[in-house]
T-cell receptor
């Protein structure tokens, strides 16, 4: 069935360093890839997304890259700050309604 | 996002009890979803609804049922709760007419413990 694998499950970085989280999807028909950030005790919130007709998208310190051939996409956070500490989820969708989520990455930014 | 609310926020119940979780939204979105979140498993889709007359099963619908009472309300029921339904439950909405029609907006979650 459809599957999204996410790595690593935990990631610790020093403040100011970069963090990269990778996801691989199984369904080649997937065409929309959002990233959600979930702070402790809070709801998931969309931080960036990318569609299959684009290879890269950037929003300030956050960027997402997509490799359709390899069926993987990555979240890049530069100049990390303590407030970036959270759980990050990737997802893949091939329509406008059904997300398959990755299992999450717990990011810790060490001051 | 205060436009999507869930009640209750926390609930403890016993095995075999019937329980209902409610979701309301003021965003005017047609599409609504129920997910459960378990440690290490991410979020998994239970049911989704495109409008009041359209309800569909997700990945893990067994043991759950839903009701779409109005565009703004989508309820999730556990007819006979069991301990492995202990989880964090999220409601979400999306707007098929929006520029970003795929984006889903989540409620604050309901933490359910089944003893």
């Amino acid at each position: 069935g459809e599957n999204v694998e996410q790595h690593p499950s935990t990631l610790s970085v020093q403040e100011g360093d970069s963090a990269v989280i990778k996801c691989t999807y199984s369904d080649s028909a997937s065409n929309y890839f959002p990233w959600y950030k979930q702070e402790l005790g809070k709801r998931p919130q969309l931080i960036i997304d990318i569609r299959s007709n684009v290879g890269e998208k950037k929003d300030q310190r956050i960027a997402v890259t997509l490799n359709k051939t390899a069926k993987h996409f990555s979240l890049h956070i530069t100049e990390t700050q303590p407030e970036d500490s959270a759980v990050y989820f990737c997802a893949a969708s091939k329509g406008t309604y059904k997300y398959i989520f990755g299992t999450g990455t717990r990011l810790k930014v060490l001051a | 996002d205060a436009d999507v609310t869930q009640t209750p926020r926390n609930r403890i119940t016993k095995t075999g009890k019937r329980i209902m979780l409610e979701c309301s939204q003021t965003k005017g979105h047609d599409r609504m979803y129920w997910y459960r979140q378990d440690p290490g498993l991410g979020l998994r889709l239970i049911y989704y609804s495109f409008d009041v007359k359209d309800i569909n099963k997700g990945e893990i619908s067994d043991g759950y049922s839903v009701s779409r009472q109005a565009q703004a309300k989508f309820s999730l029921s556990l007819e006979s709760a069991i301990p492995n339904q202990t989880a964090l439950y999220f409601c979400a909405t999306s707007d098929p007419l929006a520029e970003s029609q795929e984006t889903q907006y989540f409620g604050p979650g309901t933490r359910l413990l089944v003893l």
